[in-house]
């Protein structure tokens, strides 16, 4: 009964959004500090018993308006992502809480904290909530293109059930909504023109060609089961959105990838610092290296900056390829390991640490990966190269210097610096080449 009450005031506070429609921006600015003040001084004094724990927490419902503000302040002429990130937040998580643990539940695999029940609850309200508050507050936006806002807000729906679900040391009232809020900002580039172009029937070649791959790597143990699933879906979208040329270097980086893991399996395993399982990868292992590459090949199909979104998608597995070989042969070739953070030596295997060797080797990798990019076609502009390979050193020593200042463990914590990596190392990419390649000049 307690947990119904707290999330029905977090839920009642969603149906404030509706004043998105009619507030000027700065009264909504004050509505967001008015919120910020209320929840971290006044409604524990009135409602004491939503505090978690015996201490009292306060930080979930002081993130709540906090994550409001960011809406806001990062969408400033756009009230309907505002507004659909909110009920996300409002709607779905609440959902997601409330609905989670009645009856018997059922453990997700990923996260034995969360349960199914609170994910369908998550994306069912999440889906229908985020649609009603972007068609109210933005209709002028909606009815423009109604479908492309209704697969909008469901993806977005997805995204943020996600997200929800996995255990990350952030609160869920800031990674739900902000991550369905750019979905949804996302969208405002993808036309729909553009992704009409796609063929269906290689969708449906794309489908057998990676579920043939998949199931032949899960009876070869060099995969997980689950990642038969994920690596089918998202290697389908990959060589749908990007074409084969792009869906070669995703072979091209897993099989690179894989044997870099082997190498030397015994003797990195005899010093506890080898991938566990011999090396064999999981769903989440294939999301955090493939996710980004696969954005990025969507939006090459669905937007008018097909050609910079595909130096984005190499630069993102050109990342992927140096952070797996400088750490995994870094492991083992690399003879002095520091810490980027401060210069310190540390033993082989520490977490951020990065070696010549390693480096060089990784370095390698993604010079490779860019070249043939350029020879396959997949980049049709050879100054893209360089940009591919300085932005693939960038992400990888990002990575490196989060790993290093990260001095605490949690579930998911490699995936999600894989994750962060490819995204820098991608989106530095894209950036550069729309900074400096002249498409109608460029050669």
């Known amino acids: ?50 505090m978690r724990g015996t201490s009292g927490d306060r930080r979930g419902v002081v993130f709540y308006p906090v994550a409001v503000a960011f809406l806001v302040i990062l969408f400033p002429h756009h ?54 508050a972007i068609f109210f507050v933005e209709p002028e936006l909606t009815s423009q293109d109604p479908n492309k806002w209704i697969v909008a807000a469901i993806t977005a729906a997805a995204v943020a059930t996600w997200v929800e679900s996995l255990p990350l040391p ?6 739900v909504p902000l991550s369905g809020a750019l979905v949804l900002w996302s969208a405002g580039f993808v036309e729909a ?64 990838g894989t044997l870099a893991t082997k190498h030397g399996y015994h003797w990195k395993s005899a010093r506890g610092i080898a991938q566990e399982d011999e090396g064999r990868r999981g769903a989440r292992h294939v999301v955090a290296n493939c996710g980004v590459p696969v954005l990025f090949a969507f939006f090459a199909a669905g937007t008018q900056y097909h050609e910079w979104m595909m130096i984005g998608l190499v630069a993102s597995l050109a990342t992927a390829m140096m952070d797996t070989l400088s750490s995994e042969l870094g492991q083992v070739y690399g003879r002095h390991p520091v810490l980027p953070t401060t210069g310190e030596m540390v033993p082989v295997g520490t977490e951020g640490a990065i070696s010549m060797e390693g ?9 490779v990966m860019a070249l ?6 997949a980049v049709g502009y050879a100054a893209a190269i360089p940009i591919i390979v300085l932005s693939a050193f960038c992400g990888s ?20 610096l894989n994750f962060a990596n490819t995204l ?14 002249d498409l109608t000049k460029a050669g």
């Not at 609170?118 to 889906?127: D, K």
């Not at 480096?359 to 010079?367: D, R």
Request: glycine residues 12%; hydrophobic residues 60%; aromatic residues 14%.
């Open 193 to 256: 023109d553009q992704l009409d172009q796609l063929s269906g029937l290689n969708m449906l070649f794309a489908l057998l060609v990676n579920g043939i791959l998949a199931s032949a790597l899960t009876s070869f143990r060099v995969i997980h089961g689950s990642a038969t699933w994920a690596g089918v879906i998202l290697g389908s979208i990959l060589a749908y959105c990007g074409g084969w040329h792009a869906y070669s270097l995703l072979v091209l980086f897993f099989v690179a």
């Open 397 to 416: 020593s990002a990575e490196s210097v989060l790993g290093a200042m990260m001095r605490f463990d949690f579930t998911w914590k490699n995936e999600l």
């Open 424 to 437: 820098i190392g991608g989106g530095l990419a894209f950036f550069i080449a729309f900074q400096t390649i």
């Open 372 to 377: 043939l990019a350029w020879i396959f076609g």
């Open 1 to 50: 009964m307690l947990e119904v009450k707290r999330q029905g005031i977090h839920m009642l506070a969603g149906f404030l959004l509706i004043s998105l429609r009619f507030l000027p921006y700065w009264a909504i600015l004050c509505l967001t500090l008015f919120g910020i003040l209320f929840n971290l001084f006044f409604l524990p004094l009135i409602f004491p018993s939503i």
């Open 79 to 132: 009230p309907g992502i505002v507004a659909g990130g909110w009920a996300l937040l409002a709607f779905g998580d609440g959902m997601a809480t409330m609905i989670g643990k009645l009856g018997k539940p059922v453990p997700l695999r990923w996260n034995p904290q969360k349960t199914v029940q609170g994910a369908t609850a998550c994306f069912i309200a999440g889906a229908a909530a985020c649609v009603a």
């Open 170 to 175: 952030i609160n869920d009232n800031l990674t």
């Open 359 to 367: 480096t060089l080797l990784g370095l390698a990798g993604a010079i």
